[in-house]
């Protein structure tokens, strides 16, 4: 642990950033210094404003399209690139150059996350593009260079800083944010799971109070719908030594599924009443539709007095102002669109619904074919069934047909909305009473848009062990693919086995050593590592080699091509090994390779089409 006078709690959200932090030099037990720090953005040319959150907008103006003293920050020049307010308003008029929702970009597994595809379909010829990881550096750049500006005597590079992901995060994606984050100058770096961060902030927003809520046997269920992805995550409360404590037992799937999906849908709907009226949109008109939906949606969903917003589309020509095109989305529109459309009412046995898809497609985010986030919370309750037989406290399922949740902690802008909270718990609460269940208790956290990074900072100071932590480790067990040797035949595949590198719950700075097996590693020529996940397979332990198993419980996940250098072998020789797996203490996993016959060691990690051979 480092001398830092700061934890610093960074939420890197899909529509918003925010920055917390607690003052280590004057926090006790019983009374954490914790704050929220205004960053400073620019809201208009050569304007700047001190804001709560920091939009993940990033804007790529024209060379002439604005004057270097526009752009001017309190610590200098913003460069070509525009962050923020002002790039998600400015974005809004012209979102050719606009580069949004790049966390969901970051964890696509389809391309190559450092190549510059960003914004998607925008001319080449025309508009610069970046990477979905360059620009989580900028986001990251930007609040760093806001922190060191208020604090010039405390450099953010020296405090301890915990970044959060989604829960559902690949290995690949939970890389790229460490990098991300390394490379922007952090030296003492923590990764920490969006839903755990919402609890953290409700242990510490309750003042102590938090055992008075819940009791051993609770399952809290944590709901986080965000701008891009839905999230869930189930906590146990259990027992140690005569005193409480919270474990992370089952994540969900990464659901791309979320407030991007609203707004389209309200664009969608809002083209459509335009159409019928005689006035067609192209395509990147119905982008700026797009942005003015989601910023009438945050209007009209906080404020149910509000009967309509306006809605202003750019024209595509010269004459802005006279070929702009008018219209309003209503109140009762976005209610009935949102909650029926997103949070029907359906019983527990329903799944989402799978289509066909298209062989050809464009490049684009892969959302979820399903937009019922009620649909989606029936399948992972009913997945994990059995997470929490293994625990002291907890008996079996019993007779129930899914997990019964005792309370429920929602996080994510989009439940801002009360009447989308209200529908979720009612649908929950149904099933739990057609189970037999009590129903689910509602527990009541904070400012949904901060609480990710106020719990962040609190999970800093937790880390020192002045508070209560929430045990959880990996949220999947990992495996690594293993190739039969086999005859050829025409048509058939080799058999591949799943090597379990590390078991669900594996925590963050340990290693495992793999029993002794007979395994061969191919060096000097470009191979495949072809690795697995499961959310459910609790029971395996490090070593175990699986010969079969279902789609439903084991997941392939992105393959990495590695050259495995080998001076002293041959090309394609297969060196007898022997493994050693380990997650790091930012959360991602690595594998080791040591021969049996030689110095060489070679290490494989989740950094996407870019591993690391030494």
Not at 12 to 17: D, F, M, Q, R, V
Not at 481 to 499: D, F, K, N, Q, W
Request: some cysteine; proline content about 7%.
């Amino acid at each position: 642990m480092s001398d830092a006078r700061y934890a610093v709690g960074i939420d890197l959200g899909t529509t918003h950033c925010a920055l917390s932090y607690v003052d280590l030099d004057h926090s006790e037990w019983d009374q954490v210094a914790q704050e929220m720090m205004p960053v400073p953005q620019l809201t208009g040319p050569g304007s700047v404003a001190a804001l709560p959150l920091l939009p993940s907008f990033l804007y790529l103006p024209h060379p002439d399209e604005l004057a270097i003293a526009d752009l001017v920050l309190p610590w200098g020049n913003t460069g070509d690139r525009i962050l923020g307010e002002m790039a998600r308003s400015i974005g809004a008029r012209t979102p050719i150059r606009l580069v949004s929702s790049a966390k969901s970009w970051l964890c696509h597994p389809g391309i190559d996350r450092r190549s510059a595809v960003l914004p998607p379909g925008a001319p080449e010829a025309e508009v610069p593009r970046l990477s979905p990881y360059e620009a989580s550096v900028r986001y990251l750049e930007h609040l760093r260079d806001a922190w060191n500006y208020a604090h010039p005597y405390h450099d953010l590079a020296h405090q301890e800083v915990t970044v959060t992901v989604p829960a559902s995060f690949d290995p690949a994606a939970r890389e790229l944010t460490a990098e991300a984050a390394q490379a922007v100058g952090f030296q003492h770096l923590v990764l920490l799971e969006e839903p755990q961060a919402a609890l953290y902030s409700w242990i510490h927003d309750s003042a102590g109070k938090w055992r008075d809520q819940v009791r051993v046997g609770d399952i809290i269920l944590v709901i986080d719908v965000g701008g891009g992805t839905t999230d869930l995550s189930l906590i146990a409360v259990t027992e140690r030594e005569g005193a409480l404590e919270l474990t992370r037992v089952a994540v969900g799937e990464h659901i791309l599924l979320g407030g991007d999906n609203m707004d389209l849908a309200l664009a969608h709907l809002v083209k459509g009443k335009l159409a019928a009226a005689g006035t067609d949109l192209d395509h990147w008109q119905v982008q700026a539709l797009t942005h003015g939906c989601r910023q009438a949606k945050e209007a009209l969903l906080v404020d149910p007095d509000l009967e309509a917003v306006p809605i202003v589309v750019p024209s595509r020509g010269t004459r802005l102002i006279d070929r702009s095109i008018r219209t309003e989305l209503r109140g009762e529109e976005i209610r009935r669109t949102l909650v029926e459309g997103f949070f029907p009412e359906v019983p527990v046995s329903a799944r989402p619904a799978a289509r066909a898809r298209t062989a050809l497609t464009k490049l684009g985010l892969p959302y979820a074919q399903d937009a019922a986030v009620t649909r989606h919370l029936a399948a992972f309750l009913g997945i994990q069934i059995g997470a929490t037989e293994d625990l002291s406290g907890f008996g079996p399922a019993g007779d129930g047909s899914f997990l019964h949740p005792t309370a429920v902690l929602f996080n994510g802008g989009v439940f801002k909305a009360n009447l989308l909270a209200e529908r979720v718990m009612k649908v929950l609460n149904d099933w739990l009473t057609t189970d037999g269940a009590p129903p689910a208790r509602l527990l009541v956290g904070g400012d949904l848009d901060l609480s990710v990074a106020r719990g962040a900072s609190y999970y800093g100071y937790v880390r020192r062990g002045k508070g209560v932590r929430i045990r959880g480790g990996t949220a999947r067990s990992y495996y690594v693919g293993v190739e039969s040797a086999t005859p050829a035949v025409p048509g058939l595949e080799p058999r591949i086995h799943a090597l379990c590198l590390a078991p669900f719950g594996m925590e963050e700075g340990t290693q495992a050593e793999i029993p002794p097996q007979e395994f061969g590693l191919v060096v000097a020529e470009q191979v495949r590592f072809r690795f697995f996940g499961s959310s459910v397979r609790r029971e395996d332990q490090v070593g175990d080699l699986l010969d079969d198993w279902s789609a439903a419980e084991v997941e392939e996940l992105e393959e990495i091509e590695a050259y495995l250098p080998a001076q002293t072998r041959a090309p394609g020789e297969v060196v007898p090994v022997h493994l050693r797996a380990s997650v790091t203490e930012v959360g991602t996993l690595l594998l080791e390779a040591m021969p049996l016959d030689g110095p060489e060691h070679w290490k494989v990690e989740f950094n996407v089409r870019n591993p690391a051979g030494e």
